[in-house]
């Protein structure tokens, strides 16, 4: 007799949960328990462009809003790589969700175990430690969501420009004015976690890079105003519309990091730009599990229609199961090389699997739209908006897919104090 009918059962985000520690393995399943209510309300977020409000209550009632928020102040205190495989597994149940996340999860790593290793003086310190318990105590005690406005439409957020985004030191605070595009929560978040650039008295123009400041501003403060439309590809529950401010007031307890600290933190700490791959992450393993089932016939409110004998599935599975491999391999080892100061090759290895993490994913939702054939088309199936929002991935800065190769092939080649010789005539 041919052995009873086995479901298939998803592999781990990490390959194996043997590997992780017991909390890195409590807090990957309390997401996958929240993962099947969340991958059934995806379509109407895409659908409407709406943010998920009732997906972020779930993590609040879970406790995971404060996931990487230090255990001193009341957190979980989860490192980078610990975040790294929490947020796979957010994207494979709804990429949007997860996304999202990554805006929240940066004010908390930025202003927490990243500023821990940073150079300040005892009383930067000291200063530091008693303004980002204020914001902390918002998130695990009133369950606020902090958003991370960044891009300018200018070079600013890929790193060659100051922001134009400025802000005034006044009596008590900062008079903030500017304007961020493609804000992911607006008009969601609580907070927004702004990137400006200080103002210094006496000098003309907007200063440099290392006058790059970090300050979270309440998005109910006068002369915050969201505007604009949000209509994209894909990634449309993130409502990323845009964000001006025209002379916020904030106090000087609005700053996350020190005045002139963010510019070391992303000298010394590069990783902190690859937090989005998460969300990638976990859309690519998303489009094998959808493959694997919708070939099995195992696709809930569908006919058990098994279509796996087929040479030309199996070779596709295949090479998709290769592909997410070797994927998942450099996404886990990126994420733990997350350190201050790291090495020349660590650094070239950062970009090599951001751009891998981001590319692949769409290439892994290509081929399951191939290997699937047209039903997967619908809207009534998940693979379609996988594939639309596996493509905005490379193009979400600070590191884009070109940008990636740029920065790449240069350190390839070149050591970091080296300049091209001029040619002779």
């Not at 175990?113 to 980002?132: N, T």
Request: with cysteine; net charge neutral; proline share 6%.
């Amino acid at each position: 007799m041919p052995a009873a009918p086995q479901r298939y059962v998803p592999s781990h985000i990490a390959g194996h949960a043997g590997t992780l520690t017991p909390r890195q393995r409590e807090w990957v399943g309390r997401v996958a328990e929240l993962g099947p209510a969340w991958s059934a309300r995806a379509a109407r977020y895409d659908r409407d462009a709406s943010f998920p409000f009732e997906n972020f209550d779930d993590l609040r009632r879970a406790g995971l809003l404060g996931l990487c928020v230090p255990q001193a102040s009341g957190g979980l205190g989860a490192d980078f790589l610990t975040y790294s495989m929490v947020g796979a597994e957010m994207g494979r149940w709804c990429g949007t969700t997860a996304l999202c996340f990554n805006m929240h999860v940066c004010a908390c790593l930025w202003s927490g175990a990243i500023a821990d290793g940073l150079d300040m003086s005892p009383a930067q310190r000291a200063d530091h430690e008693r303004i980002r318990a204020l914001h902390y105590a918002r998130i695990v005690s009133q369950g606020q969501l902090f958003a991370q406005p960044f891009s300018e439409g200018g070079a600013a957020a890929a790193g060659s420009a100051p922001w134009s985004t400025v802000a005034r030191k006044v009596e008590g605070g900062y008079l903030v004015s500017g304007r961020k595009i493609f804000v992911s929560l607006a008009g969601a978040a609580d907070w927004y976690g702004v990137l400006c650039t200080l103002e210094r008295p006496g000098r003309e123009g907007r200063g440099t890079r290392q006058d790059a400041l970090y300050l979270a501003l309440p998005a109910k403060a006068p002369g915050v105003t969201v505007h604009g439309d949000w209509d994209p590809l894909g990634m449309r529950g993130t409502v990323s519309r845009n964000v001006s401010f025209q002379d916020v007031f904030v106090a000087d307890e609005a700053r996350l990091l020190p005045e002139g600290l963010y510019f070391q933190a992303a000298s010394r700490f590069p990783h902190m730009f690859g937090t989005l791959a998460p969300a990638y992450m976990g859309i690519a393993q998303a489009a094998y599990d959808f493959t694997v089932q919708y070939l099995r016939g195992e696709i809930p409110g569908m006919p058990p229609a098994r279509r796996r004998m087929y040479p030309t599935k199996q070779h596709a599975v295949a090479e998709m199961r290769v592909k997410l491999e070797a994927t998942r391999a450099l996404f886990l080892q990126n994420a733990r090389d997350a350190r201050l100061d790291p090495d020349a090759d660590t650094r070239m290895r950062l970009y090599a699997a951001h751009y891998t993490v981001m590319e692949n994913a769409n290439d892994l939702c290509r081929l399951a739209l191939r290997t699937c054939g047209g039903q997967s088309m619908l809207k009534t199936l998940p693979l379609e908006r996988l594939y639309r929002d596996s493509r905005c991935g490379s193009l979400m800065l600070p590191w884009t897919a070109e940008l990636c190769i740029d920065h790449l092939g240069r350190e390839c080649l070149y050591e970091a104090s080296e300049e091209d010789e001029a040619l002779e005539d």
